[in-house]
């Protein structure tokens, strides 16, 4: 009875050490790191806007007189020249007003004949002391009077004329005829507006693009930088310009400012057609061939606890100088990486922040820094790295890192080695903690 009492003891205490050891002997939590590797290639920053292409200059055609289209000389697409006529209204009215001003001026003329002739003979009479200075001051008056009214029924003829010569209507530059509004027949009629009858592009092989640029945006833009665009008609061709004029009057539409950049774009074969939209594509900054890593690998911070521990772990040297990338604000571990608290997310990063007017990155005269996660093995530990262009996805940095190398983007915890998702028990047991979601 009293043995197997012992081993009922024996049995229960290697029951609770098996129990000790499966249980408290392991890590009721572990990290699991979600990674990326570090690539090569290339980063662009650019800012992305729509517009709508047309012809550098474009004139619209009218009339100054009124009347009825007689004829058409130019149709949709007709290539003119400046100078040429283009349409003619009917003159039967305005060469009758020519003839009545006509007649108007040669009434004015024998008007001032006449009182020419009884100026001569008042002032004859006046000179002799036979003519009253009242009488002599009234022939002056009426013959003065009889020239002014020439001379105005003179400018009455030359507007005749004038509008005689208006009822032919001439292209008054070289280009395409883009728009024709009328047809023979019609009715035009030059009042307080002046009606459009065509709309002439001036040279197809040269257009431009006005584009609309919010303000956040802005203050990158800068004349003579690289565009790039494309447009529904051709999705295969990307066309190339370049910014010609960033324009200072805002656009406010539903209280959202926008500002017009006008981009040239050279159009040799004629594939641009005025009024098509524009996706346009601004090149701000471009490096090539620079490691890079994703823009979360310089925000990420290991928790607090597994940094505590591993400063236990590190040799003094290594935990000063983790203390003192934590101090200069460099993303360090157990601190705060946002934007704002550490320093890396407004200057070190991997967010553009913005740019001088001469085209360069704010701040790129002194070397920004931030700090990533390099895993090795199971463990991971920080490398100081300087931080370089970025297009919000991805950065340029520089450092003690190398091509391939798995840097930590984020990572996720377990409860009692459990991985988050079910797995098969029966399948193979591969190591967490490998490539990750970016």
Known sequence: ???????????????????????????????????????????????????????????????QVSGIINKLYVD??????????????????????????????????????????????????????????????????????????????????????????????????????????VDVGQTVAASFNTPTLFTIANDLTKMQVQASIDEADIGKILVGQDVTFTVDAYDDQTFNGTVKQVRLQPVITQNVVNYTVIVDVPNPDLKLLPGMTANITVMIREVKNVLKVPASALKFSPPRE??????????????????????????????????????????????????????SQKGQDRQNFGMIWIKEGDSIKPSRVIVGLSDGSYTEVKGKINEGDEVVTGSSQTQNNKPAQQQNPFAPQVQRGGRGGH
């Open 76 to 181: 949709f697409n007709s290539v003119v020249r400046e100078g040429q006529v283009i349409a003619v209204l009917d003159t039967t009215y305005l060469a009758q007003a020519v003839d009545d001003a006509n007649a108007s001026l040669k009434r004015s003329q024998i008007q001032v004949n006449q009182a020419k002739r009884d100026y001569d003979r008042t002032k004859q009479l006046f000179d002799q002391k036979v003519m009253a200075q009242a009488d002599y001051d009234l022939a002056l008056t009426t013959y003065e009077t009889a020239v002014t009214n020439a001379s105005s029924a003179m400018a009455a003829l030359n507007r005749a004329k004038i509008n005689l010569h208006y009822a032919t209507i001439k292209a008054p530059i070289s280009g395409v005829v883009v728009s024709r509004a």
């Open 1 to 63: 009875m009293k043995k197997a009492y012992w081993i009922i003891i024996i049995v229960i205490v290697i029951i609770a050490v098996a129990a000790w050891l499966f249980y408290g002997g392991k890590k009721t939590d572990a990290a699991v790191w979600k990674t990326a590797k570090v690539e090569k290639g290339d980063i662009q920053v650019t800012v992305k806007a729509s517009g709508t292409l047309g012809a550098v200059t474009t004139v619209q055609v009218g009339t």
């Open 306 to 359: 597994y940094i505590e521990k591993m400063k236990k772990d590190m040799p003094d040297y290594l935990r000063q100088r983790l203390s003192g990338w934590k101090r200069e604000g460099g993303g360090g571990p157990g601190g705060q990486s946002g934007p704002g608290k550490s320093g890396m997310g407004e200057r070190a990063g991997g967010h553009m922040q913005g740019f001088n007017r001469d085209g």
